[in-house]
Nanobody, 120 residues
Framework: QVQLVESGGGLVQAGGSLRLSCAAS????????MGWYRQAPGKQRELVAI???????NYADSVKGRFTISRDNAKNTVYLQMNSLKPEDTAVYYC??????????????WGQGTQVTVSS
């Protein structure tokens, strides 16, 4: 089976930086788009950034110029470099990927989530 495992969350002061990683593993045939979402307490999950298999990116307006998404296709890993963090960036961050496993159709996979807390 396929799974996504995230790492890199934690507590940081406002203005600081964190780097999230998400590695896909299992019987993977191909990976299409990969992305990061976040969910703050009492709010809906929202898209933070997405990157296609070809490297095209898209960002939420709230993180443009501060966050950078990238991927290493050889390692089936997506990264989110977060700079100039603000308290409003505090949330659980979830990795997402459209993956074609060795058997079966393309499926939308989610990681378990990693907490990012930005103190003021």
């Amino acid at each position: 089976q396929v799974q996504l495992v995230e790492s890199g969350g934690g507590l940081v002061q406002a203005g600081g930086s964190l780097r999230l990683s998400c590695a896909a593993s299992g019987s993977i045939f191909s990976i299409n788009a990969m992305g990061w979402y976040r969910q703050a307490p009492g709010k809906q999950r929202e898209l933070v950034a997405i990157i296609t298999s070809g490297g095209s990116t898209n960002y939420a307006d709230s993180v443009k110029g501060r966050f950078t998404i990238s991927r290493d296709n050889a390692k089936n890993t997506v990264y989110l470099q977060m700079n100039s963090l603000k308290p409003e960036d505090t949330a659980v961050y979830y990795c997402n990927a459209l993956i074609k496993a060795s058997v079966g159709p393309v499926f939308n996979y989610w990681g378990q989530g990693t907490q990012v807390t930005v103190s003021s």
